[in-house]
């Protein structure tokens, strides 16, 4: 039974070449990246995404509303209920927009309304259970990302020296061919 020598490309041996040691050295930094680069690169894409997503919600204010008007329409998300509003601010100052409504309203009904800083209607701000479950998949996608990445360096650095390894056998047997058959090529 052969016994497999591990670490090979580190070694002194007399079959050892530059390009070994250059794979080897791809090898090490593509892995070092993977195991520390991705998860440094995920957890600095969640941390980031989910206070973005939190403080998106920051400024927003509910308040009660009252539909004025509603009808079906075509959204970005699919097909709902879209209708005018009116509200009375915080500050007793009254308010009009449109806004996304629930299955069933109609005018007369009560809705709630999120308000933005300059007191438009704007969609309901993200939970923190939304927040940090948006972070983690925007994370694990960086993560993924930069694994890929490394991989795809490593292939790439792989092909290059395999066929500077190739370019430089055919070199090396065209020298010694004519030697061993006694007849130039």
Same mark, same amino acid.
């Given at each position: 039974?052969?016994?497999?020598?591990?670490?090979?490309r580190?070694?002194?041996?007399?079959?050892?070449?530059?390009?070994d040691?250059? #794979?080897?050295? /791809?090898?090490?930094?593509a892995?070092?990246?993977? /195991?520390v680069?991705? +998860?440094?690169? &995920?957890v600095?894409a969640?941390?980031?995404?989910? #206070?973005?997503?939190?403080?998106?919600?920051r400024?927003a204010?509910?308040? =009660?509303?009252?539909?004025t008007? %509603?009808? #079906?329409?075509?959204? *970005?998300?699919?097909t709902g209920?879209l209708?005018?509003?009116?509200?009375? =601010?915080?500050?007793?100052?009254?308010?009009t927009?449109?806004?996304?409504? !629930?299955?069933?309203a109609?005018p007369g009904?009560?809705?709630?309304?999120?308000?933005?800083?300059?007191g438009?209607p704007?969609?309901? *701000? *993200?939970? !923190?259970?939304?927040?940090?479950?948006?972070?983690?998949?925007?994370?694990?996608?960086a993560? &993924?990302g930069?694994?890929?990445?490394?991989l795809?360096?490593?292939?790439?650095?792989?092909r290059?020296?395999?066929?500077r390894?190739?370019a430089?056998? $055919?070199? #090396?047997? %065209? $020298?010694i061919? +004519?030697r061993?058959?006694?007849?130039?090529?």
């Amino acid at each position: 039974m052969e016994r497999r020598v591990r670490l090979w490309r580190w070694r002194r041996n007399p079959l050892r070449r530059r390009c070994d040691v250059a #794979e080897a050295w /791809v090898g090490l930094v593509a892995g070092a990246v993977m /195991v520390v680069g991705a +998860p440094a690169v &995920g957890v600095v894409a969640f941390t980031g995404a989910t #206070e973005a997503m939190l403080n998106d919600g920051r400024g927003a204010r509910r308040v =009660a509303a009252v539909v004025t008007d %509603a009808h #079906e329409a075509v959204t *970005p998300t699919g097909t709902g209920r879209l209708g005018a509003v009116r509200w009375t =601010a915080p500050d007793g100052t009254p308010g009009t927009g449109f806004t996304r409504l !629930p299955a069933g309203a109609g005018p007369g009904t009560g809705v709630t309304v999120w308000l933005d800083e300059d007191g438009a209607p704007r969609g309901a *701000p *993200p939970s !923190p259970a939304v927040a940090r479950t948006g972070g983690a998949l925007l994370g694990t996608g960086a993560a &993924g990302g930069v694994c890929l990445l490394a991989l795809g360096a490593r292939s790439g650095a792989r092909r290059r020296l395999d066929a500077r390894r190739s370019a430089r056998w $055919e070199r #090396e047997w %065209a $020298e010694i061919a +004519p030697r061993w058959s006694g007849q130039a090529l």
